[in-house]
């Protein structure tokens, strides 16, 4: 059971679990394989709460003969029932935590990387991707989904190293996506020009933060890398959704993930990292907000290796200390790529 | 050598490294003591550089005889000389890096703990920290001075256990204090009451976030806290700045500092936090821009246990996941204070 908080001072908003029973160990427990008895293998699908959504040949939900699965996580921080109720404490507010938390089970072998698995397998988890943003938007309560993965327990992964992304749907656009939005509507407003088509022309010409390049995706290592080995990667086509890229650009992006996460993995030594798909948010419930966005707005995915910890300097702040400069991280990727 | 880049996207500010040399490796190295070669214990002051500071009973610099020593960071990630100059990078804005780094040294015995010294002491670390602001605010390229602690590696301390404290000088007002700011502000136009001083009334009252409560300070764990165990420490008479506590306060704060640091040890196991002080801005370069801040801005401590390793989903969204209630927090910290 949760809450959703708002920090009056700073508006942050924040998921408080009001159940106090689970209080937590995790940062005593280490990451396992549980091989034996991962309940993400395929024919332990009696483990796991029923499928949402599978890709399969034919084969019964639920039981084996399936490419890339997605289940409800089991134990959810936002509530898939009610409606959306905001309160007053004191001088505080309140809103009930209502969202979706999925989990896909990126391939049915017990696998932890995923340059292991082959472009096709990608494609299909990429693919994957995009039938859950679909299906979620189609709930007017759910203002953003994000996607992301979570590799190694440094990265906030849990116990089960089986590959995975997490989904979930969001009741608000959250903070870091409306500071993306805005500052490319601003941009946009100045100069009619999407600021991110803007860096990636940049980057292409540069070449000095470029790690890979194709005719669909461009890899940068952004000029203000928060993170040591910070990596972007774009739609080198101005495109506001994920949800309208073609299957040959899928395809594109599969080999690109591919290839950067096994740079990063030989770089850095298998290092913990997050993938964060930063898509539009739901536009059906807010049209006109939104207007611009179709022009000022380029999804992208971010993937930050977490091998820097980060210290009371950056809670402090919001300000990060980067000590490799991305031109550096780029020059490193592009010797194994 | 480092600059500060802008995130033209989400105007964040990055300190970036430029000097490829030092490749980290710091996700493998563990915490060692070092007791027998530590560079901050009494008697090797000449492994540090020279010290811009010492409470001394009138012994020479950079020998024995102190009980509190502040040096310069001996890696420091920005200059101290120079001219602030801003520059553009194509579409990007860049700023060189100046500011200060410097490190408290917070007792000649080594130490890890600081509930470990006694009241004394700590008051005297408390004392320094005002000695280094209103140094540091001489300086009117400093728009801010940060004074924080980093206990444990997955809080972000270095390899050197005995306790110290850093200091930040920087050239701007981080945009986690101009939240603040912005937010205190707001809500004083509107309510004309200090929003800090509402929200210490609201939990005195309530008392179910009340960890800690005296004449001088209060102790609560905040409704939307983002961390598991989050704290925060106020001044219960307003305050805008850290520097005009009273001595009588300060020894209030001291005791404070130490059962509630105490108490975290002991709930969490010597767990890994930040402790971050939140004091207002240097107000002597700009002081008209921030007219108000004598009456709506409240100088804290944030203390930030680090026992939640953040995952995709916070780095995503800036919304936090936390599984711990304040509630809860704030009843296990009672129980053994």
């Given at each position: 059971m949760s809450e959703v908080r708002r920090?009056?001072?700073?508006?942050t908003w924040v998921i408080v679990?009001?159940?106090?029973?689970?209080?937590?160990?995790d940062h005593v427990i280490e990451m396992v394989?549980?091989?034996?008895?991962?309940?993400?293998?395929?024919?332990?699908?009696?483990?796991?709460?029923?499928?949402?959504y599978a890709i399969r040949d034919g084969s019964d939900p639920n039981?084996?003969?399936?490419?890339v699965r997605v289940i409800p996580n089991?134990?959810?921080?936002?509530?898939?029932e009610g409606e959306l109720t905001r309160t007053g404490v004191g001088v505080y507010d309140r809103v009930n935590g209502i969202g979706a938390n999925e989990v896909i089970?990126?391939?049915?072998?017990?696998?932890?990387?995923?340059?292991?698995?082959d472009e096709q397998q990608i494609f299909l988890i990429l693919k994957t991707y995009n039938q859950r943003i679909s299906d979620l938007h189609k709930?007017?309560?759910?203002r953003y989904v994000l996607i992301y993965k979570n590799h190694g327990r440094l990265a906030?992964?849990?116990?089960?190293?089986h590959l995975h992304s997490e989904v979930i749907a969001l009741p608000a656009t959250p903070i870091r996506i409306k500071q993306k939005l805005s500052g490319a509507k601003e941009y946009y407003e100045y100069k009619e020009r999407c600021i991110f088509c803007d860096i990636i022309q940049q980057e292409i010409e540069t070449?000095?933060?470029?790690v890979y390049n194709d005719p669909h995706f461009v890899v940068i290592a952004p000029?203000?890398?928060?993170?040591?080995f910070e990596l972007l990667i774009f739609p080198?086509?101005?495109?506001?959704?994920?949800?309208?890229?073609t299957d040959a650009a899928c395809k594109s992006l599969a080999l690109a993930l591919k290839k950067v996460i096994r740079a990063l993995y030989k770089v850095l030594d298998n290092p913990p990292y997050n993938l964060i798909l930063h898509n539009s948010p739901n536009?059906?419930?807010h049209k006109d907000y939104w207007l611009t966005i179709k022009d000022d707005f380029h999804w992208h995915i971010e993937v930050v290796p977490r091998i820097h910890r980060t210290s009371g300097f950056e809670w402090g702040t919001g300000f990060y200390i980067n000590r490799v400069a991305p031109e550096f991280a780029a020059t490193k990727l592009k010797e194994v790529l």
């Open positions: 920090d009056i001072v700073t508006d679990e009001t159940d106090t029973s689970h209080f937590p160990k394989s549980m091989e034996d008895e991962c309940p993400f293998c395929e024919g332990r699908e009696g483990l796991t709460p029923n499928e949402v039981t084996s003969g399936w490419k089991k134990a959810p921080i936002l509530r898939i089970i990126e391939t049915p072998k017990h696998t932890a990387n995923l340059f292991e698995l709930d007017l309560r759910f906030g992964a849990s116990t089960i190293s070449e000095e933060r470029l000029y203000a890398s928060r993170f040591p080198r086509r101005h495109s506001y959704t994920y949800n309208d890229m536009l059906i419930p």
